[in-house]
């Protein structure tokens, strides 16, 4: 029976920004989850923005990805990107202690831009393969996702370990911010009128 069911007139679209020191591996991490290959030589100051439709739990979205590329020093390009952002992939290396103390940086600007304490937003670990150069601890990084109250993830673009987890554990997230507020702006006319009422 298909009576009652709702077809969606066009995919959902989430929009997500990869923000990250240079270097992390903000590039090969998008590339990798388009294209399923490892580029290990893409420009380093070059920006793109990238679109892939995906099923996500048995719907159909596209996600829109923004990758930065150090033009977000100019605090007002960064904003501008920020804003445009509906969830975040907080990158880091995990080779790098300068790259995960810069995460701390990226969060406040993200807070400040988007004035949102939950929007959807993971702690990135990249080059999760190189665990003989590794100066970031899980530990460490964990404590940091914790204390920020999102989910940590280790990832390395070079293998494709949970290259795709990151992508859809975040769109997963946007997906359900959308619904839920969704749901608030249908609920809070009532509520208005009932005070009115009152
Ligand atoms: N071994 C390893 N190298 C990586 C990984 N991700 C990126 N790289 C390398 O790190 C360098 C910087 O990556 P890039 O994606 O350009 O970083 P971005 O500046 O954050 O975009 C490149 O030489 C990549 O090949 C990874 O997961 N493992
Ligand atoms: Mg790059």
Not at 1 to 11: D, H, L, Y
Not at 106 to 135: C, M, S, T, W, Y
Not at 153 to 169: H, I, W, Y
Request: hydrophobic content about 35%; aromatic content about 10%; glycine content about 6%.
């Amino acid at each position: 029976m298909s009576v009652g069911k709702k077809t969606p007139i066009q995919p959902a679209l989430h929009k997500v920004i990869m923000v990250g020191s240079g270097g992390v591996g903000k590039s090969a991490l998008t590339l990798q989850f388009m294209y399923d290959e490892f580029v290990e030589d893409y420009e380093p100051t070059k920006a793109d923005s990238y679109r892939k439709k995906v099923v996500l739990d048995g719907e159909e979205v596209q996600i829109d990805i923004l990758d930065t590329a150090g033009q977000e020093d100019y605090a007002a390009i960064r904003d501008n990107y920020f804003r445009s952002g509906e969830g975040f992939l907080c990158v880091f290396s995990i080779t790098d202690d300068e790259s995960f103390q810069a995460t701390q940086e990226f969060r406040e600007q993200i807070l400040r831009v988007k004035n949102d304490d939950h929007i959807p937003f993971l702690l990135v670990g990249n080059k999760a393969d190189l665990a003989d150069k590794r100066r970031v601890t899980f530990e460490d990084a964990k404590q940091r996702s914790d204390q920020w109250n999102v989910p940590y993830v280790e990832t390395s673009a070079k293998t494709r370990a949970n290259v795709d987890k990151a992508f859809f554990d975040l769109a997963r997230k946007i997906s359900s911010r959308k619904y839920r507020s969704e749901a608030q702006e249908e609920s809070s006319p009532k509520k208005s009128s009932c005070c009115i009422i009152l």
